[in-house]
C-alpha cells in the first residue's frame, strides 16, 4: 500500500476548528483516498491539548518558521500565548508523519497551525500575511510536501507524478 496522507481532521469533517465547527471538503478525490484508506486525520491544536471550542488564535511576530526560531508567539486576542501548545501539536503531526512514511500533508488554509502558504496578519484584523502555521512549518523542515484545501488539484497531480516515480518496476 502507497504511504499515508496527513489531513487536517477539520477537512474530513471532524468539529475540531477554534469555534467548534469543521470544514469538511467533499471532494471526489479525498473521497477516493478515504474509501482506499490514504488519509491520516490530524487536528495538530487538538494534539497539542487545546479544546474545542478554544479562542481564535494567530500567529504574532511571524509565521510558524519564525515561531520555532524564537521570534514570534502564538497568541489570542486577549494576548492569552499559546505558542507551547502549539509546538507540542506540531511535533505530535511530525512523529505521526515520521511514523507512517508520510510524504504530502492536505492542512487547512489559513490557519495557525496548518497554514501552509499564507497566515493571518497577527493584529486580528483579518488581514493575511504570507507565512507558514506552526505544524505546516515544521512538516515542511522535516521533507513532508505541503498543500492546502484550496490546491487539491495540484496535490493530486503531485501524488499521482510521485507514486509513478517511485512504483515497482
Known amino acids: 500500500m502507497s504511504a499515508p496522507i496527513?489531513?487536517?481532521?477539520?477537512?474530513l469533517g471532524a468539529p475540531?476548528?477554534?469555534?467548534?465547527?469543521?470544514?469538511?471538503?467533499?471532494h471526489p478525490w479525498l473521497r477516493a483516498l478515504a474509501d482506499a484508506g490514504r488519509?491520516?486525520?490530524?487536528?495538530?491544536?487538538v494534539?497539542?491539548?487545546l479544546p474545542t471550542p478554544r479562542p481564535p488564535a494567530?500567529?504574532?511576530?511571524?509565521?510558524?518558521?519564525?515561531?520555532?526560531?524564537?521570534a514570534a508567539q502564538v497568541r489570542t486576542a486577549s494576548g492569552d500565548e499559546l505558542s507551547a501548545a502549539f509546538c507540542a501539536g506540531a511535533r505530535a503531526a511530525c512523529a505521526l508523519a515520521a511514523q507512517h512514511g508520510v510524504r504530502l500533508a492536505i492542512l487547512k488554509a489559513r490557519s495557525p497551525s496548518c497554514g501552509c502558504r499564507q497566515v493571518y496578519s497577527g493584529q486580528f484584523d483579518g488581514q493575511l500575511r504570507a507565512g507558514q502555521g506552526v505544524a505546516a512549518a515544521a512538516l515542511a523542515t522535516a521533507g513532508v510536501t505541503l498543500f492546502d484545501e484550496q490546491q487539491?488539484?495540484?496535490?493530486?497531480?503531485?501524488?499521482?507524478a510521485n507514486e509513478a516515480?517511485?512504483?515497482p518496476r
Open 6 to 11: 496527513l489531513i487536517s481532521a477539520c477537512l
Open 16 to 26: 475540531v476548528r477554534y469555534d467548534g465547527e469543521h470544514c469538511r471538503q467533499d
Open 39 to 45: 488519509l491520516l486525520p490530524i487536528c495538530p491544536e
Open 47 to 49: 494534539a497539542g491539548g
Open 58 to 70: 494567530e500567529l504574532c511576530g511571524g509565521d510558524g518558521h519564525a515561531l520555532w526560531a524564537g
Open 152 to 160: 487539491l488539484a495540484e496535490a493530486a497531480r503531485w501524488l499521482a
Open 165 to 167: 516515480e517511485h512504483a
